[in-house]
Structures are given as C-alpha cells and as structure tokens.
C-alpha cells in the first residue's frame, strides 16, 4: 500500500474506532493523509492532547469543543474555512451574564489548553434575523487556551436588523466561579456587527496582541467597539491595529451609544500598550459605571499608543480615577486628545497625564476631575493646551466642531459595551 494510502487508513481508524490517543494527530478533509470526516466528528473522537489539522476547504459546521485539543488549518494550498450549516446558525450556547441566546460557530467550554491556529470563521449567510439570538465566531466560555493567526469575518446580522446589539468576532466569558484564559495573537478580526474581541466578567483574563481588528465603518448595525475588555475581566491589549468603528447615527447630542476603538468598561487594572487607533468616534476610553457596584475601570495603563481621526469625542478618555497615560500620540480629535471626565460619577481624578503629544484639537487636554497631574506634553496645533470642564468649544473652530461643543455642554458622550 503507498504511504498517503497507509496515512489515510490510519487517520480514519482514529475516528471509527474510538477516542484516539492523547498526543496523536487527526487530520480531517481531502488532502495527504486527510479523511472525509467531518471536523465535529474527529473532535469528538479525540483524547486529551490530539491535534487535530484540517486541510483546506469548506466546512459547514458548528463547533463544540469541551476537552483540551488543538485545532489546526493546515496551511498548504488554502485555508480551512468554517461557515455556517447550509440550514443556518443554530443557538448552542447561552450568556453566563446576561442570558443572551448565542449561536457560536466554535463553542469552546469547560476545558483549559485549547488552542485554534491557522483558521478562517467566516459568518456570512447565517440565516438570523432580529436580535433574538447572537452571532458569534469563537466563543470561550469558562474555557482557557490560545487563538493564533486567525481569520474572523462577517460575523453579523442581515442589514434589515440594525440596531441589534450583537455580533462579535471572538468572546471570552466567564461565570458560576468559572475561569477563562485566552491570548489571541496575531488574528484578523472585521466586518463584525457589535464587537470585534471581547473578554467580559470576573474570572476572565484576555490578552489581545498583535491582531488587525476592523470595524464595518460608517454603520447603523450596531454601536461597534473594536476590542473590549469589560465588567470585571482583566487583562492587557497590546501591538494591535483597531479602525473604522464608526455608529453611523450618533451625534453630539447622542450620548449612550457612540463606537470605541478600545474599550475598558468596569475592569481595573487593564494595560492598553503601543496600540494604533484610528478612525473612530472614541479612540480608547476607560469607563467606571455605578450602575455595576463594586467594579471599576481604576488603575489602568495607558502608553505609547497612537491615536488619530476621532470624530465627535476624545482620542483618550478616561471616565475612571487612578490610571497612568504616558508617551501617547493623539492626531486629529474633534473634543480633545486626553479627556479626564467627570461625567461618569466621581471619576476622571488623580491620574498621571505625563509627556503625550496632542496635534491638533480643540482641547488637548481636558480636565473635568481633579488632582490630576499633567507633565512634560507637548501640545501642536491645538485651540488650547489644558482646559478646565468636561467640553470645548471655541471661534476658532469649524461650525460642525462648535455644533458639537456646544450641545455637549450638559456632558460628555459614552460608549455602549457588549453584555
């Protein structure tokens, strides 16, 4: 028998005669050593420790993996794309927090090592319509592992159901004392309905480095925020490029749902390091809610990132008390390059605002806290350096720019998160 004959043979005895062996590798589809099994069925015949490779093509499948493997694209020849079941999404997992129905394409729970490469989960035709159940790419939920060089698309709902609050590309989560462990690196993440990379609630710690995470642009789909990081989760945001999240119907006097390109919402002590952030209506912003007692966005970092086009509000607003922001190159704000706001309750007090550089704003800085501490920036072409409030306006600045100034004079805008 020639090799790829007895390569074949053995790859399908591992998925009709049981649980392979921890250790061994399944590869599923129609290349060298592939089966004609479907990726489902070679993780449900895997032990602990397989590595499961896919070969290139189409899969229409939906995902559960609840048991430490890894999952592999091989990369030769194409890629190993997971779409939707001809018959569409269908739920299969519920939000721990807010009772969401999800239809996941990878469902990963209840496991600590399991690890996707080289994959693309693309979510175009899911056949879900209205807001009653939640696209969403890859799903970890109580679930620990690592997402490296993944492509994640298209996960969102038909145009005729704007407004609908859901569609993520990736989703960490964690609940009922659960934890979830999850670094994505070097993933491309677009075309999303809500957000692009998500790690929510206690017990969660996501690491998002070296990702491409783009919005759909001007949109009436959804208040988008590029990555977030949320509601008592932790975790860091590093080396990655996040654009075009844009809420196509949002303006000055709309306060509740603008887009941010990063997120912090509620969780403290979060790093947001040598970021790039362009094109949004925050850039990144750090919110403290009182309506979730006991959580806040305090003590965060902020550093070396660059932050440019801005529309409506800050390039870096901090909602939250305690966070350091240092070394950041804001471009182009239409509010301000660095806002320290009070508006979200006692907040925007005692941060460290040191050597930013700020080109062109109304307000470089805007100080709406105190005991703040603001050192060694360097201010280009802004209508003022450091102002005191919550808003600016001023003669020098274009109509649109005072229209907007002068209606958020009542307060500042928020962003809307994904719970």
Not at 71 to 95: C, F, H, K, W, Y
Not at 115 to 129: C, E, P, R, W
Not at 322 to 342: A, R
Not at 398 to 412: M, R
């Amino acid at each position: 028998m020639a090799l790829k004959g007895i390569v074949s043979a053995a790859a399908m005895l591992l998925l009709t005669t049981g649980p392979a062996l921890a250790g061994t590798t399944i590869v599923v589809g129609n290349c060298p050593g592939g089966t004609n099994e479907t990726i489902q069925e070679a993780i449900n015949a895997a032990s602990p420790g397989t590595l499961i490779k896919v070969c290139p093509g189409a899969y229409a499948e939906q995902l559960e993996i609840n048991k430490n493997v890894s999952l592999e694209g091989i990369a030769d020849n194409g890629a190993a794309i997971i779409v939707p079941p001809n018959t569409g999404l269908a739920q299969n997992a519920t939000s721990l927090s807010s009772g969401e129905l999800i239809a996941a394409q990878i469902f990963v729970h209840d496991a600590t090592a399991v690890h996707l490469k080289n994959l693309t989960v693309d979510g175009a035709n899911n056949q879900i319509s209205g807001c009653s159940l939640d696209p969403i790419g890859i799903f970890y939920q109580n679930a620990s592992g690592t997402v490296t060089g993944v492509a994640l698309r298209n996960q969102k709902l038909a145009p005729s159901d704007a407004g609908c609050q859901g569609g993520l590309g990736l989703y960490v989560q964690s609940g009922k004392s659960g934890q979830s462990v999850v670094t994505v690196t070097d993933s491309s993440v677009h075309d999303y309905q809500k957000n692009g990379i998500t790690g929510n609630d206690p017990g969660t710690r996501l690491i998002a480095r070296g990702n491409l995470v783009r919005g759909q642009g001007p949109t009436n789909g959804a208040a988008e925020n590029g990555i977030q990081i949320g509601f008592g989760a932790t975790g860091l945001v590093e080396d990655n490029v996040v654009i075009d999240d844009i809420w196509a119907p949002d303006t000055s006097s709309d306060t509740g749902d603008a887009a941010a390109g990063i997120l912090v919402y509620d969780s403290a002590d979060v790093k947001t390091v040598n970021n790039v952030v362009g094109n949004t209506q925050f850039g990144i912003v750090y919110v403290t809610d009182t309506s979730f007692p006991g959580l806040s966005a305090d003590g965060g970092t902020i550093a070396s990132n660059t932050v440019l086009g801005t529309s409506i509000f800050d390039g870096i607003d901090i909602c939250s008390n305690h966070n350091s922001v240092t070394h950041n190159v804001v471009y182009d704000s239409d509010e301000s390059g660095i806002h320290l706001d009070s508006s979200c309750g006692t907040t925007g007090n005692d941060n460290h605002v040191l050597r930013n550089t700020i080109n062109e704003a109304c307000a470089a800085i805007l100080d709406g806290g105190s005991g703040n501490v603001t050192s060694g920036n360097v201010f280009l072409n802004d209508v003022y350096t450091i102002l005191t409030g919550n808003t600016c306006s001023s003669p020098l600045m274009s109509s649109a720019q005072q229209a907007t100034a002068s209606v958020l004079s009542g307060g500042s805008g928020h962003p809307h998160p994904y719970r």
